[in-house]
């Protein structure tokens, strides 16, 4: 019986699923599938038994008593501990998948992602800046580090099935590998104002070569993300910080990323994506211990999404990743 489900569930999601462009599809349909027959057997089981007895216990014309039947321990056993069993199964699948949604490959493929009403801007590490249109290579796993510059957005691709919603004020992120070469459309599926029907975007996955040619024929080619970022620290911050790891005024910059911080209440910190950004903005958020003497201005207002990004990029490229 469980094999003869299995078959049925497997053609159920081919025939009837969107295509699936990334083998995580695959499993999700799968999973999907399952939901979606268990269910109709309950269905069923629920509407069939309820027909079945209501026709054979209808009231008849001797008006002869219904039996009185307290319980049945068995019976109660089996229709609470067999939908347990199944949700228990759904439970566990579906954190199995969860899991390899959000356990980000060590060398994954980088793009960064900006929502603004009602267009999306990719940005390249090499310095190349494209807008609604995504392009990426087959078969490597790619992750988009996503922000917004107004509203939530959320980043939709309904073949790979996968969506994240994209934040102001902070980074979130997602990734797929396609094994495809395609054309694919992405939606963005958080109402955001008037046109987000119009807020389209489509994702090119082309051959690892021609991938690579692509993403070397940049008009805009000059600084790369890093080496922007790297101006922006000297013009900006030179001041109170250097990029080598001697104190100034500040902390120095060097090494700095994925380095474990220790603040002034005692608590520990991460330096990531998120911890840089908010040093910027919110200097006084989160102060590194012996470092509360001087009270560092913000840059909030002053630095575009697009900059912080480049700073971000010089201290992970500073590092070698």
């Not at 009403?117 to 609604?132: E, H, L, P």
């Amino acid at each position: 019986m469980s094999v003869f489900l299995l078959l049925i569930q497997s053609a159920f999601a081919e025939r009837f699923m969107p295509y699936q462009g990334t083998a995580i599809a695959a499993e999700i349909d799968y999973l999907y599938s399952f939901l979606l027959i268990v269910s109709l057997i309950a269905f069923v089981i629920l509407i069939g038994g309820m027909l079945y007895f209501a026709l054979k216990y209808r009231r008849k014309a001797d008006n002869e008593p219904t039996p009185r039947i307290t319980h049945n321990t068995a019976l109660e056993f089996l229709w609470s501990g067999i939908p347990f069993i199944i949700f228990m199964i759904a439970f566990a699948w579906g954190l199995i998948i969860h899991k390899k949604m959000v356990d980000f490959p060590d060398k994954a493929f980088e793009v960064h992602v900006t929502g603004y009403r009602w267009a999306w801007d990719f940005q390249y590490k090499s310095g190349k800046k494209i807008t609604n249109e995504l392009y990426v290579p087959a078969g490597e796993p790619v992750k988009l580090i996503m922000t917004s510059k107004d509203v939530i957005h959320s980043f939709f691709i309904p073949a790979f099935r996968v969506k994240q919603d994209v934040v102001p004020g902070r980074y979130t992120a997602l990734w797929f590998e396609a094994k495809t070469p395609g054309v694919y459309q992405v939606f963005c599926t958080e109402y955001c104002g008037t046109n987000h029907s119009r807020m389209l975007a489509k994702l090119h996955v082309l051959p690892k070569k021609k991938f690579e040619k692509w993403l070397s024929d940049n008009p805009y080619k000059g600084l790369s993300l890093a080496q922007r970022g790297e101006k922006i620290l000297k013009g900006s911050c030179a001041a109170c910080h250097g990029l080598s790891n001697a104190r100034k005024i500040g902390p120095g910059f060097q090494g700095l990323w994925g380095k474990e911080r220790v603040l002034e209440d005692g608590t520990t910190v991460v330096a990531d994506a998120e911890y840089i950004r908010n040093s910027i903005l919110y200097p006084q958020k989160q102060i590194v211990k012996s470092y509360n003497q001087v009270k560092m201005n913000s840059y909030q207002g002053q630095l575009s999404e697009d900059e912080l990004t480049y700073i971000i990029e010089y201290f992970k490229n500073e590092k070698g990743n």
